[in-house]
């Protein structure tokens, strides 16, 4: 069995993409140059960095199971360990053996315990059908209620609905996006696959994993950001419309402002971009921002906010140059 450092990596990075940590996903990226290695990330399962600690988990029990003189344990004597407990778990030679265990239990029974002990933090017995119950209410779907959309190829980032309501669109690290057309009864055809192919004078430094999707107002245009640094506008039909071609590195949000006339959009490189879409060039970009920027919203059809790692939310409005508000108090990023 071999683990090299470059594996670690990728599955710690595939882990917190998958979790929806993508701006850590990225600096940790960068920083790890998971980009650079040779591993075919379409032919890693979802999932991969649980199910080996899950299995790792395993294997820790069954250590667990065997006592010093390496008898089996009781079943009851067996510990549930959870991640944590599995690292600290006391090594075989420190354990007692299984008759020295038995032993020790006889002398002292649940009676002897002192009720003190048998109460939680707060004092007060604990209900544990209470706690059973309340975990029982959870909301089980029949399979009948539930349709899966399956063709991405790799982790599924971001997903919204058309304002029509019937079109899905879902963006992966694939490099794709999809347009789903669902009916009233769940069914649907297969997907218009949206690939985000290499544009000329984007940075090839990044992936083109979609991060970000947004639909105008009445559904006709929709538009996506990746990690390439580039804005695509697309038709509800899935055509390319325009590339925006500005940010110097991944695109974390984009919104369409309620006209349709501008997008903004919010990435790594600390700036937030206003595009005529008309035109397809840069209204305007606002630098205020010390660290990435990475989520955007309008206030009406020329002012928006963005906030950013730096723990700022900035208020600007085209053709000023300073931001007209600016609000902080947060401790840690605002996203």
């Known amino acids: 069995m071999s683990i090299t450092s470059d594996e670690v990596n990728f599955l710690i990075y595939r882990y917190l993409l998958e979790s929806g940590f993508q701006h850590t996903a990225f600096t940790f990226g960068l920083e790890s140059h998971v980009h650079q290695t040779s591993i075919n990330g379409t032919l890693v399962p979802p999932g991969a960095l649980i199910t080996v600690m899950q299995k790792g988990l395993q294997y820790v029990e069954a250590e667990a199971s065997i006592a010093e003189d ?130 000329g004078g984007a940075s090839q430094e990044f992936s083109r994993d979609v991060t970000t999707v947004h639909w105008n107002l009445d559904g006709t245009l929709l538009a996506t950001g990746s990690y390439d640094g580039v804005a695509r506008l697309w038709t509800s039909e899935g055509e390319l419309k325009t590339s925006l071609v500005h940010h110097t590195g991944p695109i974390f949000a984009l919104k369409w402002n309620a006209k349709g006339n501008y997008i903004v959009t919010g990435g790594v490189d600390k700036t937030a971009v206003v595009w005529d879409v008309q035109s397809g060039e840069v209204k305007q970009q606002f630098s205020h921002h010390k660290a990435p920027t990475l989520d955007v919203d309008w206030q009406n059809n020329s002012s928006f906010a963005s906030c950013s790692t730096d723990k700022l939310i900035h208020v600007c409005r085209l053709g000023a140059d300073r931001p007209i508000r600016t609000f902080q108090g947060h401790k840690v990023t605002t996203t």
């Open 70 to 199: 390496g008898s089996l344990l009781d079943e009851k004597d067996i510990p549930h360990l959870s991640l944590v407990d599995a690292v600290m778990h006391a090594p075989l030679s420190t354990r007692p053996s299984k008759t020295k265990m038995e032993s020790t239990a006889s002398l002292q029974t649940a009676s002897d315990v002192p009720e003190d002990t048998r109460k939680n933090d707060g004092g007060e017995p604990m209900d544990v059908e209470r706690h059973m119950s309340s975990a029982a209410a959870a909301v089980d779907f029949h399979p009948s209620k539930v349709s899966i959309l399956q063709g991405h190829q790799s982790e599924v980032f971001t997903c919204a609905w058309s304002p029509t309501g019937d079109t899905l669109v879902s963006g992966s690290g694939d490099s794709t996006a999809c347009l789903w057309k669902l009916t009233q009864d769940g069914s649907h055809d297969q997907p218009i696959v949206l690939p985000h192919e290499p544009v």
